[in-house]
């Protein structure tokens, strides 16, 4: 589901200010509240991007309701699904047109280790999600490395982008299970279910060692062959 910022009043008061819902506690619905906050100024690679849709993720109800054991940088502004228009950038950033239309990729990561360059960036020391590890898009802006815009598609709404699936960042986190598995378990395949809230990971290697047993009880011969030699697998 996703919701367009309300217009009116859209801007706080003082220019430097700006509205944007914030977490300063876990609890119900009135825990969220409407404030001015400072607005962000992109640094070097980075981009602001005035908010027109937010779409309502359940890590959103995590961070207002609170998950046991783990600890959130509170106050927080929620909000990882999002789409906007491109409003200012920073030095370094090129070829971007004032008021294009993007989507955000919530994932952040530093762009430089070893896991980000190898397309691992679930793995960097550094990464975050917007809206649990930094602010997120509740807001009238919000400020974010250039690498996480995504051209939103001629014709497509700001809600209807910010309702997407992000099937990058669950691809990328199947990924990560692979990678820490090692090549001690190359035949268990994390796989990324669809229509699934997260990522899914699904073992199938013990199929194949089922099969590779069965091959060497019957002297290496497949169950076809067994069975053309008159021998019938065992269970059938």
């Known amino acids: 589901m996703a919701s367009r910022l309300?217009?009116?009043?859209?801007?706080?008061?003082?220019?430097?200010?700006?509205?944007?819902?914030?977490?300063?506690?876990?609890?119900?619905?009135?825990?969220?509240?409407?404030?001015?906050?400072?607005?962000?100024?992109?640094?070097?690679?980075?981009?602001?991007?005035r908010v027109e849709a937010v779409g309502l993720n359940h890590l959103d109800l995590w961070v207002r309701k609170g998950v046991a054991g783990h600890k959130f940088p509170l106050p927080l502004v929620p909000?990882?699904?999002?789409?906007?228009?491109v409003d200012a950038w920073?030095?370094?950033?090129?070829?971007?047109?004032?008021?294009?239309?993007?989507?955000?990729?919530?994932?952040?990561s530093c762009g430089r280790c070893e896991a980000c360059f190898s397309g691992f960036d679930p793995l960097c020391a550094r990464y975050g999600i917007l809206g649990e590890t930094r602010d997120g898009g509740m807001a009238e802006f919000i400020v974010v490395?250039?690498?996480?815009?995504?051209?939103?598609?001629?014709?497509?709404?700001?809600?209807?982008?910010?309702?997407?699936?992000?099937?990058?960042?669950?691809?990328?986190?199947?990924?990560r299970v692979r990678r820490r598995r090692g090549a001690r378990h190359r035949d268990r395949r994390p796989r990324a279910r669809r229509g699934?809230?997260?990522?899914?990971?699904?073992?199938?290697?013990?199929?194949?060692r089922r099969r590779r047993v069965g091959?060497?009880?019957?002297?290496?011969?497949?169950?076809?062959?067994?069975?053309?030699e008159g021998l019938k697998p065992r269970g059938a």
């Open 145 to 175: 490395p250039w690498a996480n815009l995504i051209a939103r598609p001629a014709g497509m709404t700001a809600e209807e982008a910010a309702a997407l699936p992000r099937r990058r960042a669950r691809r990328r986190t199947a990924g």
């Open 6 to 49: 309300p217009r009116s009043p859209r801007r706080s008061a003082e220019p430097s200010k700006m509205k944007a819902w914030r977490v300063h506690t876990h609890g119900g619905p009135e825990v969220v509240r409407r404030e001015d906050v400072a607005m962000p100024e992109p640094g070097p690679m980075e981009v602001r991007v």
């Open 79 to 85: 909000g990882c699904d999002v789409a906007g228009v």
């Open 215 to 228: 091959r060497r009880a019957r002297g290496g011969r497949s169950d076809r062959g067994a069975e053309a």
């Open 196 to 208: 699934l809230g997260g990522t899914a990971v699904r073992r199938e290697g013990t199929r194949a």
């Open 90 to 108: 920073g030095p370094g950033v090129e070829g971007l047109n004032q008021g294009a239309p993007v989507l955000l990729q919530p994932g952040i």
